[in-house]
C-alpha cells in the first residue's frame, strides 16, 4: 500500500530531496558548528526521520533553531553528560544543556542497559534542550526486543483546564512495543490537541488551523495559527473545558510535567526555556525500557500483539472511515514511501537551509 500521511499541499511549494543527501547535509551543519561527528549524526538521524515518518512539524524545519541555540551558548555542543546518581533499575542523568537528541539517545540507551540487567530501566534527566520526536527514543527499545517509553516536557504552550495563556507545554508521550511483522506499535502523541510545530506549520503555508486546537488572549476558540502562538495558546487533549476531556488531556500533561521535571530538578512549566534563547532551557525528560523477556517469551508477546492488531483492525468500519488504522501505521508506510521517492520540503525551510548552509560554511547539495 502507498500511503503519504502529510502529503505536500500545494504540491508546487514543496521541492523533494533524498533521505541520505538531507541526512547528510544537517549532520554537516552540526559538525561545523563544532559538534562532535558522532553525535552530529545522531541529531540528523533523529530530525530527518521526523520528516521522513511525516512529522514535518518536528523535523529540519527546527533546524534553525539548534542553530541559534548553539550561537548564543544556550545549548552546549561538548556537554559533559553525567549520571548524577543511579541503581540497579534507575537513573538520574545531568544534561549539561547539551543538544536533546544526543542526551535522550544517551539516556534511552542507559535505560536499556538497566532492563537488560534488571527487567526494567528508568531514567530521568534534567539541563536538557528539545529532543525532536519522542518516538525516536521509544523505538530505540524495538531493537532489543523491549517496550520502550519516551516523555519530555517543553517550553510552556499550553492552557490548561480552566486557564488563560501559556502555562504547560505540549509535553509528548510515545511508547512502542515489538510486533511479529512491520510494523511495530509506536503511540507518539502530544497531550495539547495538536504540537506547537504543527501550528507553525499551518502559520508557514499560510492556512489556518482547525477551531478547537487553540485560543485567543480572551480564551475565545481561534483559527488562526499566529495570534494562538503570539498571544492565545495551544488546548490540551480534549480541548475547552470539560464535555469532551480536556481536563483529561490537562491530567496528561500534568502527568508528564512530573516525571520530567519535578522528578528530575528540570524547569517546570514557565521556568522552562526555549532552544534559541540565550539562557538554558533546562528542558526534563523521562525514558523506560521494559525486557519483555522477563514477563513471557518475546516470540509469545509479539504473537499477542499480532492477535490484538488483528481484532482491532477486524472491527465492523464505520461508514465514514475507509479503514482502522493501529498507531504507527501511517508513519511506516510513510517512511517507506519517502524513503524511495524522496522527503517533501516547503520552500521556505529549503531556503532557510540554504542560507544556513552559507551563514556556517557547508556545500549545500541541492539547486532550488
Known amino acids: 500500500m ?8 500545494p504540491p508546487e511549494e514543496f521541492l523533494t530531496v533524498r533521505y541520505e543527501e538531507l541526512l547528510g547535509f544537517v549532520s554537516s551543519v552540526f559538525s561545523r558548528l563544532g559538534v562532535p561527528d558522532e553525535d552530529a549524526r545522531v541529531v540528523a538521524e533523529n530530525l530527518v526521520a521526523a520528516d521522513l515518518r511525516g512529522i514535518e512539524s518536528h523535523g ?3 533546524l534553525r533553531r539548534y542553530v541559534e541555540g548553539i550561537r ?3 545549548v552546549k555542543v561538548r556537554p559533559n553528560i553525567r549520571v548524577v546518581s543511579e541503581g540497579p533499575s534507575f ?5 549539561d544543556s547539551g543538544l536533546g537528541q544526543v542526551v535522550g539517545s544517551f539516556s534511552m540507551r542507559l535505560a536499556i542497559r538497566k532492563a537488560r540487567e534488571s527487567g526494567l530501566g528508568f ?8 529532543y525532536g520526536i519522542a518516538g525516536y527514543y521509544a523505538m530505540m ?3 532489543h526486543d523491549m517496550i520502550g517509553v519516551s516523555m519530555t516536557n517543553s517550553r510552556p504552550l499550553v492552557a490548561h483546564t480552566g486557564a488563560l495563556g501559556k502555562w504547560l507545554g505540549t509535553n509528548p508521550i510515545a511508547v512502542a512495543a515489538p510486533t511479529v511483522r512491520p510494523p511495530p506499535f509506536v503511540l507518539d502523541m502530544a497531550t495539547s490537541v ?3 510545530g504543527k501550528m507553525e506549520e499551518y502559520s508557514r503555508l499560510r492556512r489556518k488551523v482547525p477551531l478547537g486546537w487553540g485560543i485567543d488572549s480572551q480564551g475565545r476558540p481561534c483559527d488562526d495559527p499566529d495570534v494562538i502562538m503570539r498571544e492565545g495558546a495551544l488546548l490540551p487533549l480534549g480541548g475547552l473545558g470539560e464535555v469532551f476531556g480536556g481536563h483529561k488531556g490537562y491530567g496528561l500533561a500534568l502527568m508528564v510535567e512530573i516525571f520530567t521535571s519535578v522528578l528530575s530538578g528540570a524547569a517546570m512549566l514557565r521556568e522552562v526555556g526555549q532552544t534559541e534563547a540565550p539562557r538554558p532551557a533546562n528542558v526534563g525528560h523521562f525514558f523506560m525500557a521494559i525486557d519483555i523477556s522477563r514477563f513471557m517469551p518475546v516470540e509469545e508477546f509479539k504473537e499477542r500483539m499480532e492477535r490484538l492488531r488483528e481484532a482491532l483492525k477486524g472491527a465492523p468500519l464505520h461508514p465514514e472511515f475507509e479503514r482502522i488504522w493501529i498507531h504507527g501505521e501511517k508513519s511506516y508506510l510513510t517512511s517507506l514511501r519517502r524513503m524511495e521517492e524522496g522527503i517533501p520540503v516547503h520552500r521556505r525551510v529549503f531556503e532557510e537551509m540554504r542560507q544556513i548552509a552559507l551563514e556556517v560554511g557547508v556545500e549545500f547539495p541541492w539547486e532550488a
Do not use: C, E, Q, W
Open 2 to 9: 502507498r500511503y503519504d500521511k502529510s502529503p505536500p499541499f
Open 141 to 143: 527499545a524495538l531493537d
Open 60 to 62: 529540519v524545519a527546527r
Open 72 to 74: 548564543r551558548g544556550a
Open 91 to 95: 537513573a538520574l542523568v545531568d544534561g
Open 194 to 196: 495538536a504540537p506547537i
Open 123 to 130: 531514567v530521568t534527566v534534567r539541563m536538557s534542550n528539545h
